[in-house]
């Protein structure tokens, strides 16, 4: 099946990694090996593929992150902190996490101001002035009492901390994932209502099935627009009957990740995108802990971009950075990780370091939807609020990621502990 967007690989070409130092040194050189095996031929590539654009194209840039999960122990610092009351089995009392985050690593005075718990990372929103900023935002923002019963936990902010995500300058909000219904449909709607009157976008949930399904249009004056289609896979926890219906809320939920989906997909973009327009999936799947990525999901991943004309899969779920890869020029973020949690001083699974995150800025040819360059700028979150990480930190997250994006033809580079690079494999 052919999509709107179907290209042809050409005769791959490899990058010149850290500008000349050994390629096994930092992704382990079997990829590469293999590669050369097969006739490939390795040239030396600009240092950060940094590739021009399209000729009268303006570059555009992207923010993506992982999950924002602004409710519960957050919620209860910010001016307006919601009833705290949970519903959890150990945890009955939102501030409990508070509490918890500050044995941990000291007092956390409040309330703080909307733009705390992006601490430093508006330093970096500043610096970049990205034309779009995209997150999955996994809570509630509600008053609504209307708790799902037989879920164990249940995230909501109150309405009147929604100058949390307008301080950082949020454009869109993907919502198909396992937390927007947890104060039931009541709490949906209110979340819907809340985030259109702050001015923000939304998509992968809705009052019918035709709303979450609809994608978000972002205007970029002069550059294009970003149509973002958010859509939810069960293996993130996302409970069947949250699926929306012609006639009941709901997200957008995946009923598999087969070609025939992809097929369903590749028709609605086809309604949507024209000339100029990037396509995001922003895709809620998989488990929160490990870094493998089960080969039904890079399938599906690929078909989205070879079928569905989709240029960037935006993966998120994991609670930790994940692999990325780059196919025929467009961007697959598989899991970005946590960006904003309460889970601080919380045991278990402390070798995959959650309290590490990343932000991701990727620069785009509007005209191609090709990936011009992509940027990871590391962050720490400590004190329900996002510092720079030490220089080891910064270095042990640099590692992690060279090793995991080395099992998918990519890796990260940079002496820098303030930023990294990705290099990727191009494509004539």
């Known amino acids: 099946m052919q999509g709107p967007t179907t290209s042809k690989p050409g005769r791959r070409r490899f990058l010149r990694l850290l500008g000349g130092s050994a390629l096994g040194a930092v992704t382990g050189a079997a990829p590469f090996t293999r590669a050369r095996a ?6 030396a590539m600009p240092r950060d593929n940094r590739s021009d654009p399209s000729p009268a194209t303006r570059p555009l840039t992207i923010f993506l992150c992982g999950d924002v999960m602004t409710g519960r122990g957050i919620d209860q610092l910010l001016p307006h902190p919601g009833d705290p009351t949970l519903h959890e089995s150990w945890v009955t009392d939102a501030a409990e996490y508070l509490r918890i985050a500050e044995r941990a690593n000291g007092p956390i005075p409040g309330p703080v101001a909307f733009g705390y718990p992006w601490g430093e990372a508006l330093e970096e929103l500043a610096r970049v002035r990205p034309d779009v900023r995209l997150i999955n935002l996994e809570t509630a923002v509600t008053d609504r009492d209307d708790w799902w019963p037989g879920k164990g936990i249940h995230y909501r902010m109150h309405p009147r901390n929604a100058g949390c995500l307008s301080a950082a300058g949020i454009d869109c909000c993907a919502l198909a994932n396992n937390h927007v219904l947890d104060w039931g449909y009541p709490g949906l709607e209110q979340t819907l209502e809340t985030l259109a009157a702050a001015g923000m976008r939304t998509s992968g949930a809705g009052r019918t099935l035709a709303e979450a ?5 972002l205007e970029c004056p002069g550059k294009g627009r970003v149509i973002v289609l958010a859509l939810g896979h069960g293996s993130s926890g996302i409970p069947g009957e949250w699926g929306a219906r012609p006639d009941r809320p709901g997200v957008d939920l ?7 989906t992809v097929g369903r997909i590749a028709d609605r973009v086809r309604t949507v995108k024209r000339a100029g327009d990037i396509v995001v999936a922003s895709i809620h799947w998989g488990g ?14 690929r078909q989205l971009i070879d079928d569905a004309g989709v240029d960037v899969v935006h993966g998120h779920s994991s609670h930790h950075p994940r692999g990325i890869e780059v196919y025929r020029e467009k961007p697959i973020l598989y899991g970005c990780g946590d960006f904003l949690n309460d889970y601080e001083g919380i045991g278990g699974q402390e070798s995959f370091r959650g309290d590490l995150t990343l932000m991701y800025f990727l620069t785009l040819d509007p005209a191609s939807g090709r990936l011009l360059r992509l940027s990871l700028v590391p962050l720490q979150i400590r004190r329900f609020r996002l510092h720079r990480p030490s220089a080891a930190d910064a270095a042990w ?3 992690v990621m060279a090793r995991e994006c080395g099992r998918l033809g990519t890796t990260v580079a940079g002496d820098d502990a303030r930023r990294f690079e990705l290099r990727w494999i191009e494509w004539d």
């Open 38 to 43: 097969r006739g490939e031929r390795l040239r």
């Open 254 to 260: 995946l009923p598999d990740l087969s070609p025939t």
């Open 397 to 399: 997250l640099r590692a």
């Open 288 to 301: 929160n802990w490990g870094y493998h990525i089960p080969a039904e999901q890079r399938r599906f991943a």
């Open 213 to 217: 399904q609809a994608p978000a249009v």
